[in-house]
């Protein structure tokens, strides 16, 4: 039997919150959602000016960075490959995404989480996503 280990509720709040401290700090405003490692959402927020429309987009990137186990970035450049990429119908969901800003959470050598951002640029959305997960991986 397999035992899945993932970040609970508490770590998903630290996470959000470090987050909302770095984006304060740089006076930029996002939507912040962490994911257990199936993908099912722990906590979500969203910062004031935030646009609306990052709130679905950041709960389905922190889903999708979870269930495929990579960032959605570099999904995002698969299916957008001239030559070898695929319709992101590919993967059978209309949750996956692939913008930029959804990282999963590695710790010994399992995925035990993910983390994403929404609302700004895919690489400051990333840059901040990545600040989150060196909480939880580097810990």
Known sequence: MRDLRTIDSFEAKRIADLIVA???????????????????????????????????IAINKAWTAARERKPTREL????????????????GDPKYVG??????????????????????????DEALAKVGVELIAGS
Do not use: C, T
Request: charged residues 20%; hydrophobic residues 40%; glycine residues 12%.
């Open 76 to 91: 995002g450049d698969k299916v957008r490959h001239s030559e070898k990429g695929h319709d992101i119908a590919y993967y």
């Open 99 to 124: 913008w930029g800003g959804g990282l999963p959470i590695w710790k010994n050598g399992e995925v035990v989480g993910s983390v994403a951002v929404s609302g700004l640029s895919s690489s400051e």
């Open 22 to 56: 770095k984006a304060s700090e740089l006076k930029k405003a996002a939507a912040i959602a962490v994911a257990d490692a199936h993908g099912d959402l722990l906590y979500f927020v969203r910062m004031d000016g935030s646009p609306v429309s990052s709130i679905q």
